[in-house]
């Protein structure tokens, strides 16, 4: 370094120590989630202080997901930032469905000291809110319900038809251009909603999600959740099936899909059967038939059925926690058997960016679209998404 490069730096540490980093320290903080499959399809958990867009139709679980991650957030982030009182959840709710035993079911703290339930009636009386609160160090996560649900000033204030085309979008990329920064240094996620409506370009393969495109420039992660089924029992529906697939993820291992995320209406997310397919895709035991076989402690144990294997971790706690926590370490990099299936996906249009991988990026648009295809080219999906 020059003598002159060295006054600059002295000068400006002194000015702002925090405007320069010695190097020494990731940039990244991980909270974790007890989930795998959303562990796995994030690279390691959920990425403190970033921007992540949950986009999808509705009734797909978004708000679900967020939820859980916010409930993570509060619950370990006190911890990982040292800040004790770190732990203040807001969700601003645009669309005015909040409900709050539901979101206390998936496992949000909302006491009033910890959760604050914003109903702004436009983008900038909740900017100027967060610019506020964001800035007292105490919140954990902030919930945005939704994007296309979001009206700006102009918009609630104008008559019907002559709001001006994108204002939504303008006022959204100016808020985020400030709060990107804001929320990164003082380790605050937004968890971003976005609503999916039609995509009338030719070649588009998914729906258009809403809110311009600010949102996806400044997301370090883009998730898309749909619903992939019912979870029945002989009273009715219980709970939603949920597939969600990383889009965009400048955090970790990109383009992983999360199959099979189980949502119980009473009981919230459900790990442990998550934890037990892990254990098999990663060769922590094997099943044959009904039977799940693996050695512990010198002996061969061979249980029959997952309630069986489920008592047996229960009794061995210890144990089960090792194990959860193997799996979530090796969740958080490249892992072969899990990403030589990965591919990358334009996340406007749903288009591969890899030729080689058309056929699967339009199977996956044709499950999760709820499209209407001849039985030759559902065939088809089937074989691609088998590949």
Request: charged share 30%.
């Amino acid at each position: 370094m020059s003598d002159a490069f060295k006054k600059l730096m002295k000068k400006t540490i002194a000015a702002a120590p925090s405007l320069i980093g010695d190097g020494t320290k990731s940039a990244l903080k991980w909270c974790p989630l007890e989930s795998p499959l959303m562990t796995y399809m994030f690279g390691g958990g959920v990425p403190i202080g970033r921007i992540i867009r949950f986009r999808g139709p509705n009734s797909a679980g978004k708000s679900a997901v967020c939820t859980y991650c916010a409930a993570a957030l509060q619950k370990h982030l006190p911890e990982i930032t040292g800040r004790p009182d770190q732990k203040v959840v807001v969700y601003v709710d645009f669309e005015r469905t909040f409900e709050m035993k539901y979101a206390r079911t998936i496992g949000l703290d909302t006491s009033p000291e910890y959760f604050v339930h914003l109903k702004p009636e436009t983008i900038e009386d909740a900017a100027e809110f967060l610019d506020e609160a964001v800035r007292t160090g105490d919140i954990a996560a902030i919930i945005w319900d939704s994007d296309g649900a979001s009206p700006a000033r102009t918009q609630m204030n104008d008559e019907f038809g002559k709001a001006t085309f994108g204002g939504s979008a303008r006022i959204t990329a100016e808020f985020l251009k400030k709060f990107n920064i804001l929320c990164a240094d003082r380790d605050v996620t937004t968890l971003w909603i976005s609503q999916e409506r039609a995509n009338m370009k030719p070649m588009a393969r998914l729906p258009q999600p809403t809110g311009g495109e600010a949102i996806p420039f400044y997301s370090s992660i883009i998730c898309r959740v749909t619903k992939s089924d019912d979870i029945k029992d002989a009273d009715g529906i219980i709970g939603i099936e949920m597939t969600i697939r990383d889009m965009k993820n400048k955090c970790s291992v990109p383009f992983r899909l999360a199959e099979g995320v189980k949502l119980f209406f009473d009981g919230g997310f459900n790990a442990d059967a998550e934890y037990i397919d892990f254990f098999l895709k990663l060769n922590f035991m094997v099943q044959k038939g009904a039977y799940f076989q693996f050695d512990f402690e010198g002996e061969h144990y061979s249980l029959q059925g997952r309630q069986k294997l489920m008592d047996w971790l229960y009794e061995h706690k210890d144990t089960y926690e090792k194990w959860k926590t193997d799996v979530r370490n090796m969740l958080s990099g490249h892992v072969e058997a899990l990403d030589k299936d990965n591919y990358a996906v334009n996340e406007e249009t749903g288009e591969a960016l890899n030729e080689a991988d058309q056929k699967k990026a339009e199977a996956y648009a044709l499950k999760t679209t709820g499209g209407k295809v001849e039985d030759e080219t559902e065939a088809t999906a089937d074989e691609a998404l088998k590949d």
